[in-house]
Antibody, heavy 115, light 114 residues
């Protein structure tokens, strides 16, 4: 069955850019929307944004000035960039399938912002 | 933004008893064009990603046990676990997808075994 796997650095310095990639396996990225959701340690869920496989995007206004989501259909991957990070961006970052509800999730990756 | 508020924050239920979680949205998530409520429920166990249980407020995802049910319309919704099993201990979240952007989640309700 289709699986999602997040990858990227687990530690990012303040003011730098957080970069993560989600790899889609056992299925095609085409035909779907794909999202990023994050969860600070011990807290709730925050939707970051989504991208259509053809490239259109929609972002959470609270993060819009710092976020870029892109897709690479040839690699069956989509990516997240969050710039000018602070400690408040420390969280488990999940990639997920969907733009309305999210029916498939990666296992998540913890990103810590610290010097 | 649509604010989702869940109650209670936590509850303890005996094995085999009913668990009821409420979710209230700050504005209606019922779309008049298709009469659908744009609301989902998720289950999250420790160290795991959320798992979609219910969408369109009351449609159970394939493979989800039928002891899980969703109800409600407009601004008030309920997730019911009819007979709590040990494996149902988790945090449950509601989420609206009526408004774009952003998608928003409730703060979560922790279900424990009494």
């Amino acid at each position: 069955q289709v699986q999602l796997q997040e990858s990227g650095p687990g530690l990012v310095k303040p003011s730098e850019t957080l970069s993560l990639t989600c790899s889609v396996s056992a299925g095609s990225i085409s035909g779907y929307y794909w999202s990023w959701v994050r969860q600070p340690p011990g807290k709730g869920l925050e939707w970051i944004g989504y991208i259509h496989y053809a490239g259109s995007t929609n972002y959470n206004p609270s993060l819009k000035s710092r976020v870029t989501i892109s897709v690479d259909t040839s690699k069956n991957q989509f990516s997240l960039k969050l710039n000018s990070v602070t400690a408040a961006d420390t969280a488990v970052y999940y990639c997920a399938r969907g733009s309305l509800d999210f029916d498939l999730w990666g296992r998540g990756t913890l990103v810590t912002v610290s010097s | 933004d649509i604010v989702m508020t869940q109650s209670p924050d936590s509850l303890a239920v005996s094995l085999g008893e009913r668990a009821t979680i409420n979710c209230k949205s700050s504005q209606s998530v019922l779309h008049s064009s298709n009469n659908k409520n744009y609301l989902a429920w998720y289950q999250q166990k420790p160290g795991q990603p959320p798992k979609l249980l219910i969408y369109w407020a009351s449609t159970r995802k394939s493979g989800v046990p039928d002891r899980f049910s969703g109800s409600g319309s407009g601004t008030d919704f309920t997730l019911t676990i009819s007979s709590l099993q040990a494996e149902d201990v988790a945090v449950y979240y509601c989420q609206q997808y009526y408004n774009t952007p952003p998608r928003t989640f409730g703060q979560g309700t922790r279900v424990e075994m009494k």
